[in-house]
T-cell receptor, first 115, second 113 residues
Framework: DSGVTQTPKHLITATGQRVTLRCSPR?????VYWYQQSLDQGLQFLIQ???????AKGNILERFSAQQFPDLHSELNLSSLELGDSALYFC??????????????FGEGSWLTVV | GNSVTQMEGPVTLSEEAFLTINCTYT??????LFWYVQYPGEGLQLLLK?????DKGSNKGFEATYRKETTSFHLEKGSVQVSDSAVYFC????????????FGKGTMLLVSP
């Protein structure tokens, strides 16, 4: 158990809909990251927050957004869903925002199926 | 940009065989290197890491040595078990900026009794 908690574990929704994925980081970790794992793209970094502020942005679509709240939990919002958004979405956390030797711990992921 | 290249799988071995999964990388500066493992139906778990050249990371019988001269971080285990069957991901963190991870495509390992 990494200490990173994600909900829901599984989600099935229709195209055009909007969903919210939730993540609670490990106790004491200030950074939260979101990754998408799909068969064709592999593991792709989406976005990072540190202590409530956006720190880095990867391959995140404009239809997707995220935020980190004062209690450090994070939510990833996916809207106008398309079939291609079906994937495993990982949340991860780390103690600091970057630099040497920082270790990132992953949750078990949220499986999203768009039908 | 940063990139990680792993050998394609699946790698199929018998129990107690020797395992090598190759990983090479391209990065600016001096990245930290990681191996993550994903067991069936589970999330990613950190297996081992190395933060500077010639460092050896080790855990659960697995080890990998950070080779800057060959830009490699090959994963090895002397005697695999059926329970080692999983997908293994090599990754790097570019220490010149924020610690986002760049992953390889993963290598599936299948160990038979």
């Amino acid at each position: 158990d990494s200490g990173v908690t994600q909900t829901p574990k599984h989600l099935i929704t229709a195209t055009g809909q909007r969903v919210t994925l939730r993540c609670s980081p490990r106790s004491g970790d200030l950074s939260v990251y979101w990754y998408q794992q799909s068969l064709d793209q592999g593991l792709q970094f989406l976005i990072q927050y540190y202590n409530g502020e956006e720190r880095a942005k990867g391959n995140i679509l404009e239809r997707f957004s995220a935020q980190q709240f004062p209690d450090l939990h994070s939510e990833l919002n996916l809207s106008s869903l398309e079939l291609g958004d079906s994937a495993l979405y990982f949340c991860a956390s780390s103690e600091t925002e970057g630099f040497t030797g920082n270790t990132i711990y992953f949750g078990e992921g949220s499986w999203l199926t768009v039908v | 940009g940063n990139s990680v290249t792993q050998m394609e799988g699946p790698v199929t071995l018998s129990e107690e065989a020797f395992l090598t999964i190759n990983c090479t990388y391209t990065a600016t500066g001096y990245p930290s290197l990681f191996w993550y493992v994903q067991y069936p139906g589970e999330g990613l778990q950190l297996l081992l890491k190395a933060t500077k050249a010639d460092d050896k990371g080790s855990n659960k019988g697995f080890e990998a040595t950070y080779r800057k001269e060959t830009t490699s971080f090959h994963l090895e285990k002397g005697s695999v078990q059926v329970s080692d069957s999983a997908v293994y991901f090599c990754a790097l963190s570019d220490n010149s900026g924020y610690s986002t991870l760049t992953f390889g495509k993963g290598t599936m390992l299948l160990v038979s009794p």
